[in-house]
């Protein structure tokens, strides 16, 4: 049936319609469906519907409408002290806002028709923050507009360009706050696309070349690569355009670093086996069909695996995680079937000279060559020689090769238990972007906490100054505010906590239970109360990804565990690759911490990025297990267990070697990127990849095989 199937895509004829098949298709799909990055929508909510600060927001907007919409706060600072020319400065917008309003403004402070402008400065007078509201679910592109009209009339009446003036010398500028931020993490990452496509396809390129040698080789698992993105990336935005999907950035970002690390892994497992194959067989096409035998289940498996376990995210409650599920799934899934089916017609098309100019022959077609140009017959090379001294190692002292390699994961997973988390994206951009710069000097010249107040809301009429007082008296409070009346419903009432603390810390997270308890004990119900604001939020956020991290890493290790057995019929083989991969996660996850907080001096990680490292790790191991032990599997058919062990290292060495170097190397590009969570991910799972590569796949499991022995195929025979 595998012979039939290859026949299809390696014929005279069909390996031209195949290409042309795929050809038509990315053509088809690009000319009528809208691009995935057409249909990119950043600020998509991430807490679900029925979270506390959620509902408190609704709430707000219900009984305290004038509250409501969603505020740029432009930071006004001289570090001597904001002048009267200053002053004018901030009434002339303010007037031309209020005369002339932009599009979606709600509210705007009206500065110019003689407010007292004290009131929104700073203690020391350096600093002015202006709070301009638009309303609520504005699109983003929409407030970008907004913030340039305003940088252009306020530059104008400056008389310079005070936004990108140093913040230490003269008048300065900067939009913060949601707005701010918002707009700022789209151009991030935006431009985060353009340098990861042209990042990653240059040190995909370059380390195939430097790998095989072979301009051509080199080329064909891109041509896969990006075949498999003209596919998915119009079927995605088609996706996204009728509100089935939602896709953000960051999704394309790493997306985009899955397709060529993963899509040049599989297209590696098939050309590897073909290149082997060629130097026993004379024919290309009955070497290539061998070759797709020996490979295809392996990556059918390995793909479908990836699949699966991407898929698991979509139980997240997240709403980043669970947006990852299907553009990666999807990506995945059809790149596999492009590794099957285009890859190998273009190596037909090809034949050996896809491997040009070290082509691999046969030893006979070896000595035609060198009789017809009247030269001596080279000696070929051993195949896979430092490969077969490994395999000899760990197969003659594989108890040796068990102690050593899990002291060292061991000790390294330790120092995941370090490991600390934080919850805001702010903190994830460069400290030079125009909205962290503002907030920075906010939390400098203000209150801690006034960067993001509490909002408690309380119903029936409740004792308020009682209420109001109790609050004030803990040690974390710095002052609040006074009570607001609903205008909709009198007996809705808030008012606002200003913290003495940083409200992003963790220390103000915990205050959040602390307040609920306290007034769950005041107003006798939860029913009464909603507490909203950025704290609470976070909050929140914290509450969900421990949910999701509870529920889907167990998803995802059933799993694997499954399609494990499933594909190797064997409990026990299953149980120690399931168990060695979480071992090197656990590793990955350790040494992601020390080079981070002790080299690069980060004193947090984003929270989310255990649950995404586990995903891809664990996926993404599992393939190179498969791949392993397949042939392994294959060869213990025939002969001694220790002999199918000590081959099937030498054997996958090289190809495993050099896919884990590909695809470490392009999460290792998410590092350039100036995006501190993409750059956290990338370290964490290149680190886990390198793991997985050359030390878990080449020793331990080897190892433990040949430990097992017959008891590693239990309960099938070999």
Avoid at 21 to 41: E, M
Avoid at 472 to 490: I, P
Avoid at 667 to 673: A, D, W
Wanted: proline share 4%; glycine share 6%; net charge negative.
């Amino acid at each position: 049936m595998i012979q039939r199937i290859a026949s299809c895509f390696t014929g005279k004829i069909s390996k031209w319609v195949t290409v042309a098949v795929w050809i038509l298709i990315a053509l088809i799909l690009t000319l009528t469906l809208p691009s995935v990055g057409d249909k990119v929508k950043n600020n998509a909510d991430n807490l679900p519907s029925n979270a506390q600060s959620v509902l408190a927001d609704q709430v707000i907007q219900e009984y305290f409408p004038n509250s409501t919409g969603v505020p740029a706060l432009l930071v006004w600072h001289r570090e001597a002290g904001l002048t009267e020319e200053d002053f004018s400065i901030v009434r002339q917008l303010t007037e031309e806002l209020t005369n002339s309003p932009l599009v979606a403004q709600e509210a705007i402070i009206p500065l110019h028709m003689g407010i007292p402008i004290e009131v929104l400065t700073s203690d020391d007078g350096s600093t002015l923050i202006l709070p301009i509201t638009f309303t609520y679910e504005t699109e983003t592109e929409i407030l970008k507009d907004n913030l340039v009209q305003m940088r252009e009339f306020i530059n104008e009446q400056a008389g310079a360009n005070i936004f990108e003036a140093d913040l230490t010398d003269g008048l300065s500028a900067r939009f913060t706050g949601p707005v701010g931020i918002s707009v700022d993490a789209t151009d991030l990452f935006l431009d985060a696309d353009i340098v990861l496509l042209i990042a990653t396809v240059l040190l995909v390129l370059v380390l195939l070349l430097l790998i095989y040698r072979s301009p051509i080789l080199a080329i064909i698992p891109l041509v896969g690569v990006g075949f498999a993105y003209l596919v998915t990336s119009p079927i995605l935005g088609w996706l996204a355009g009728n509100g089935w999907i939602t896709v953000d950035s960051q999704a394309i970002s790493i997306m985009t670093v899955l397709l060529f690390g993963a899509g040049t892994d599989y297209c590696l497992f098939l050309i590897t086996r073909y290149r082997d194959d060629l130097r026993h067989e004379k024919n290309p096409r009955t070497a290539l069909i061998h070759a797709f035998q020996n490979a295809s289940g392996a990556i059918a498996m390995s793909g479908f695996t990836v699949v699966m376990a991407l898929l698991a995210l979509l139980f997240a409650q997240y709403g980043s995680s669970h947006r990852f599920a299907i553009p990666f799934s999807l990506s995945i899934l059809i790149m596999g079937i492009a590794s099957l089916t285009l890859v190998p017609a273009i190596l037909a098309i090809l034949g050996r000279a896809s491997f040009y100019p070290f082509i691999p022959r046969t030893a006979e077609m070896e000595q035609e060559r060198a009789i017809k140009r009247n030269k001596p017959v080279k000696k070929l090379k051993t195949e896979h020689r430092l490969w077969s001294r490994i395999g000899t190692f760990v197969t003659e002292k594989p108890w040796l090769v068990i102690s050593v390699t899990m002291v060292v994961l061991i000790v390294l997973a330790l120092f995941s238990t370090q490991t600390k988390y934080k919850y805001d994206l702010l903190s994830s951009f460069p400290a030079e972007m125009e909205s962290r710069e503002g907030f920075t000097i906010i939390g400098q010249t203000y209150t801690p906490g006034e960067l993001a107040p509490i909002t408690v809301i309380v119903r029936n009429n409740a004792d308020m100054d009682t209420i109001v007082n109790k609050v004030t008296m803990n040690e974390l409070v710095n002052n609040v505010s006074d009570v607001v009346v609903s205008e909709v419903d009198s007996t809705y009432s808030s008012f606002e906590i200003v913290l003495d603390i940083d409200p992003y810390s963790t220390e103000a997270m915990a205050y959040i239970p602390a307040l609920d308890e306290q007034l769950t004990a005041e107003l006798g119900s939860a029913d009464n109360f909603w507490i909203a604001g950025q704290t609470a939020g976070q909050y929140d956020n914290q509450q969900i990804n421990t949910r999701d991290n509870s529920v889907i890493m167990p998803i995802v290790i059933l799993f694997i565990f499954i399609l494990l057995l499933a594909y190797l019929r064997s409990i026990i083989a299953t149980i120690y690759l399931v168990v060695t991969v979480l071992i090197s996660f656990l590793a990955a996850l350790g040494l992601g911490w020390i080079i981070l907080h002790y080299g690069l001096g980060v004193d947090a990680i984003q929270a989310a990025i255990p649950l995404y490292a586990f995903v891809f790790l664990i996926a993404l191991g599992e393939d190179y297990n498969i791949f392993m032990i397949s042939g392994i599997w294959k060869k213990a058919k025939t002969m001694p267990l220790k002999q199918a062990v000590k081959e099937g290292v030498a054997e996958t060495g090289e190809v495993i070697s050099s896919a884990g170097l590909i695809l470490a190397g392009t999460f290792f590009v998410l590092t350039q990127v100036p995006i501190t969570i993409l750059l956290q991910f990338g370290v964490i799972t290149a680190i886990g990849v390198l793991l997985d590569t050359f030390i878990v796949r080449p020793f331990l499991v080897p190892a433990l095989t040949v430990v097992c022995g017959k008891w590693a195929f239990w309960p099938s025979k070999r």
